[in-house]
């Protein structure tokens, strides 16, 4: 009995998942089609086939829809197994922090999925409806704060540590070139194999090859 229930409260867990990464789509579209002014909620409610009541258990208003919620950022199960990747008996930083880095950030951006092509992204959002850009601001930062935490729980080190935050900037940094090459006209290359091109690029930087070696 124990176990169905722990079934029965995944698949709901589940559906609100769904229900709440479907009304940020929509509202990001009907943004993009007719601004953020141009469509009621009761309109995105049709779209997504939901009550306005059940909009209101997930958003207090129809731009917190457009910006989504930053749990919708993170995969919960891919977050949980970058916790646990960190190698047994690593003392400090461990070796495979970013490789793992880049593998949380391929499983939580989907962009390889089949919505991603009608999906508008932040900056297209941000250069319809310009007063979007504070609070995208906001919630960046918020999850930031957070990947810094588990980063600094993950590593063992000390709260305020400056290494976790510049991982997360730098793998920050590492998502939007690659979004960029990936949404670069005639780009066929998945998202993932661009980020990881992408950190192999930043290791290069950071440890050049020695003059006179190839």
Known sequence: MGESATKTDGVRAQRRERTRREL???ARLLTMEHGLNGFT????????????RTFFNYFHAK????IGHRDDTLDEQALTEFVNAR????????????PDLVALAVASIPFDDEHLDDEPNPEMLVEREPQLLPKFMREGAELERRMTGVIEFREGLEAGDPRAAMAV????TLVRASAARYFA???TTHFGALLVDSLDAARALFSPTPEGTE
């Open 24 to 26: 940020t789509r929509q």
């Open 41 to 52: 909620v009761e309109e995105l409610c049709e779209r997504v086939g939901v009550s306005r």
């Open 63 to 66: 731009d917190d829809a457009v």
């Open 87 to 98: 190698p047994s008996g690593a003392t400090g930083i461990s070796s495979t922090l970013m």
């Open 169 to 172: 900037q730098l793998i920050g």
């Open 185 to 187: 006209p005639g780009s």
